[in-house]
C-alpha cells in the first residue's frame, strides 16, 4: 500500500495542500508516501502578462484563505518577462527524489514551493532550483552540492523521467492538481480530487481501508 500525491510545486493549491498532506503523512505513517508530479505547464513559452498576474493573485487569496499559508505577491507582480514553465521545478522534484530516494520527498517539495511562492524566487532557473534543492536535502541530513544537483538535473535521463511522471499522471486520467490516490495491491483508489483537509483526508484513507478490509474478510 502507498499513498500517491499527483501535484506541480507551482501549482497554488498544491502549495496549500502541502501543509494537509504532511499532516495526514504523519498520521499515517505505516503509508509511504509516493509522489508524481504532473507538470500544470510544462513547456510553456508565453509570457506572464498583467492579466494573468491578476487572475494567479486572484488563485492565491483563495489558497491563502483556506490554507493559512503566506503568499509573496508583490514578488509575483514586480516579475517582468516571466514565463510560467513548471517542468523546470518539477524535474527539481525528479531530481531530489534521483539523488536521494529515501528522503522525505515531501519536505523538498515544499521546500521548491516556499522557495516560489514566498521568497520570489524564479524557479524556472536551473541555478536557483539547484541552490534550492541542494539546501532541502542539506536539511533532510543528505549532502549534495547546488552543482552536483544542477549537473543532475541538466542530465537527460533526468528530463525523460519527467516526463514519465507527467505521462503516468495522465494515464490515470489526472487532469488538476491535487491529485491523492491510494493504491492498494493494484487498486487505486481516490482519496482526494483537489484541495482538501486533513482531517477530510484521514477519514477518506480510513473509509477505503475498512471497505477493503471488509471485502478481504467476505
Keep these: 500500500m502507498e499513498l500517491i500525491f499527483v501535484g506541480d510545486p507551482m501549482c497554488s493549491w498544491c502549495y496549500g495542500f502541502g501543509k494537509e498532506l504532511s499532516e495526514l503523512t504523519a498520521r499515517f505513517p505505516q503509508l509511504p508516501l509516493r509522489i508524481v508530479v504532473g507538470g500544470l505547464r510544462a513547456g510553456a513559452t508565453d509570457v506572464l502578462d498583467d492579466a494573468g498576474k491578476r487572475m494567479r493573485l486572484q488563485h492565491w487569496a483563495r489558497v491563502e484563505q483556506a490554507s493559512g499559508l503566506p503568499f509573496n505577491r508583490q514578488g509575483l507582480l514586480d516579475r ?6 513548471t517542468e523546470p521545478i518539477c524535474r527539481a522534484v525528479v531530481t531530489a527524489r ?3 530516494p529515501e528522503a522525505d520527498l515531501l519536505a523538498v517539495f515544499r521546500a521548491l514551493q516556499h522557495a516560489f511562492y514566498v521568497d520570489a524566487l524564479d524557479t524556472t532557473d536551473g541555478h536557483v532550483l539547484a541552490e534550492a534543492g541542494s ?3 542539506s536539511r533532510l541530513g543528505v549532502a ?3 552543482d552536483a544537483f544542477l549537473a543532475r538535473w541538466q542530465a ?3 528530463q525523460a523521467q519527467a516526463q514519465a511522471d507527467f505521462a503516468l499522471a495522465r494515464s490515470w486520467n489526472i487532469r488538476s492538481f491535487p491529485a491523492l ?10 482519496i482526494a480530487d483537489g ?23 467476505t
Design 135 to 137: 539546501k532541502a536535502l
Design 195 to 217: 484541495y482538501s483537509s486533513a482531517e477530510m483526508l484521514e477519514r477518506h484513507v480510513n473509509a477505503v481501508l475498512e471497505e477493503t478490509a471488509a471485502s478481504a474478510g
Design 80 to 85: 517582468t518577462g516571466f514565463v510560467y514553465d
Design 144 to 146: 549534495v552540492s547546488a
Design 181 to 190: 490516490l491510494l493504491r492498494i495491491g493494484n487498486a487505486l483508489h481516490s
Design 156 to 158: 537527460p535521463e533526468i
Design 98 to 100: 534521483d539523488l536521494a
